[in-house]
C-alpha cells in the first residue's frame, strides 16, 4: 500500500504539467475565438455605419404627399427621385424598389405612389420609411377638388371636371370604389402579386396594420406639422446637415385648421343626401381603424425622440401659469 502511495506522488508532478497544458490549450481556443467573434462584430458595426441611408416615402394620394415631395426636394436637391411606373395602376414590389435603387445608387430619397409595403432590405443602404394617412371622408372631397382643377387627361381629371360633387362619386363608386372606400387600407396592404379580393376585410386591416409597423415616420395630415417637426429631427440624424423647410402644396381644403367631423359630416349629407353620405362613412370603417393606430404611432415617435411630449408641456404650461398668478416662495426667508 505504501509503495502505491509513493509510486502516485511520483507521477503527481507529471499529471499537473499535463493538466496545465490541457486548460492552456482551451484556454487559447477560447481566447482565439472570441477575438474572431469582436473582429466580426467590429466588421459588421463597420459595415452598417459605411451603409448609406435611403428614404422611401409611401405617397398616398391627396394625403398631403406633395407637400412632402416639395420639402424633400428643397433639401436634397439631384439625390431626390420620384419612381413609379408608366400604367397608372401599377404597382411596385420591394424588389421593383430594390432595382431601382441598384441603378440610381446617388439617389437618398425615393417618394413613390405605386411602391408597397412593407419596406424593402436592400443591401448596403440603411432605408428609413415615411408614410402619412387621413380622415378618409375628409380625403374623399379633397379628391374631388384636386382632380376637378388638376390639368390632366386621366379619366378621373376628365370625369371631376365634366360631373358634380355627386356625380363623381357615383361614378368613382361604379368605376373603382377602393379611391373612395378604405383606400388606405388596400394602399397599405396590398401586393404586386396576390389580388386583394382574396381577403377579407379583417385580413385586409390586419396586413395594413402590420405593415405601418414597420414604417419608421408614420404621421397623420391632421397633425402635419407635428409629424414634419419629428422628422427634422430623425432625419439630420440620418442625414447629416440637411435642413426640411415647412410648406402645403396642392391643398384644396379651405380654413382646415377650423374643419370638424361635423362640419365635414354636415356638408356630405347636404350635397350627396343623407343615404350616400352614410354609405361612405360605413364603407371608410377600416380606414378609420388605420387613421387612428397611424395617430398613435405619431404621438409615440414624438414621445420616443422628446420631440413633443403631452405631458412635460402641460407642466412647463402649469409652471408658466403658477409664475404670473403666485408669488416665487423659493426665494422666502423662514
Given at each position: 500500500m505504501l509503495h502505491h502511495h509513493l509510486h502516485f506522488l511520483t507521477r503527481l508532478p507529471r499529471h499537473a504539467v499535463e493538466?496545465?497544458?490541457?486548460?492552456?490549450?482551451?484556454?487559447?481556443?477560447?481566447?482565439?475565438?472570441?477575438?474572431a467573434a469582436s473582429r466580426r462584430l467590429r466588421s459588421e458595426k463597420s459595415a452598417t455605419s459605411r451603409r448609406?441611408?435611403?428614404?422611401?416615402?409611401y405617397h398616398i394620394f391627396k394625403n398631403a404627399g406633395s407637400s412632402f415631395e416639395w420639402t424633400l426636394e428643397q433639401a436634397f436637391g439631384k439625390n431626390f427621385r420620384r419612381y413609379d411606373g408608366a400604367g397608372a395602376g401599377e404597382v411596385l414590389s420591394s424588389v421593383d424598389i430594390?432595382?431601382?435603387?441598384?441603378?440610381?445608387?446617388?439617389?437618398?430619397v425615393i417618394c413613390s405612389h405605386q411602391a408597397t409595403l412593407p419596406p424593402p432590405k436592400i443591401r448596403g443602404r440603411d432605408v428609413i420609411t415615411s408614410i402619412l394617412l387621413r380622415d378618409p371622408i375628409a380625403r374623399i372631397r379633397s379628391i374631388y377638388a384636386f382632380e376637378r382643377r388638376q390639368d390632366a387627361r386621366s379619366p378621373g381629371a376628365l370625369k371631376a371636371k365634366e360631373l358634380d360633387f355627386k356625380g363623381y362619386v357615383e361614378w368613382r363608386l361604379a368605376s373603382a370604389p377602393t379611391m373612395l372606400c378604405n383606400g388606405q387600407v388596400h394602399f397599405c396592404s396590398r401586393t404586386k402579386w396576390t389580388s386583394r379580393r382574396n381577403m377579407g376585410n379583417e385580413a385586409l386591416l390586419r396586413k395594413a396594420i402590420e405593415n405601418i409597423d414597420q414604417v419608421d415616420l408614420v404621421g397623420t395630415v391632421a397633425r402635419?406639422?407635428?409629424?414634419?417637426?419629428?422628422?427634422?429631427?430623425?432625419l439630420p440624424r440620418k442625414f447629416p446637415g440637411?435642413?426640411?423647410?415647412?410648406?402645403?402644396?396642392?391643398?384644396?381644403?379651405?380654413?382646415?385648421?377650423?374643419?370638424?367631423?361635423?362640419?365635414?359630416?354636415?356638408?356630405?349629407?347636404?350635397?350627396?343626401?343623407?343615404?350616400l353620405?352614410?354609405?361612405?362613412v360605413h364603407a371608410n370603417e377600416l380606414d378609420m381603424s388605420l387613421h387612428q393606430i397611424a395617430d398613435a404611432l405619431l404621438t409615440r415617435r414624438l414621445a420616443e425622440y422628446g420631440v413633443d411630449v403631452s405631458?412635460?408641456?402641460?407642466?412647463?404650461?402649469?409652471?408658466?401659469?403658477?409664475?404670473?398668478?403666485?408669488?416665487?416662495?423659493?426665494?422666502?426667508?423662514a
Open positions: 493538466f496545465f497544458r490541457y486548460t492552456k490549450g482551451v484556454f487559447d481556443v477560447g481566447l482565439m475565438r472570441l477575438q448609406a441611408p435611403l428614404l422611401i416615402h430594390a432595382d431601382y435603387v441598384k441603378q440610381a445608387r446617388d439617389a437618398k402635419y406639422n407635428e409629424w414634419l417637426a419629428l422628422t427634422q429631427v430623425v440637411i435642413s426640411l423647410m415647412v410648406t402645403r402644396r396642392n391643398v384644396t381644403d379651405i380654413n382646415n385648421e377650423a374643419v370638424t367631423e361635423k362640419s365635414i359630416l354636415d356638408a356630405l349629407i347636404r350635397d350627396l343626401g343623407q343615404p353620405a352614410d354609405h361612405l405631458l412635460r408641456n402641460a407642466y412647463a404650461d402649469a409652471r408658466k401659469q403658477l409664475s404670473t398668478s403666485v408669488p416665487d416662495r423659493s426665494s422666502g426667508t
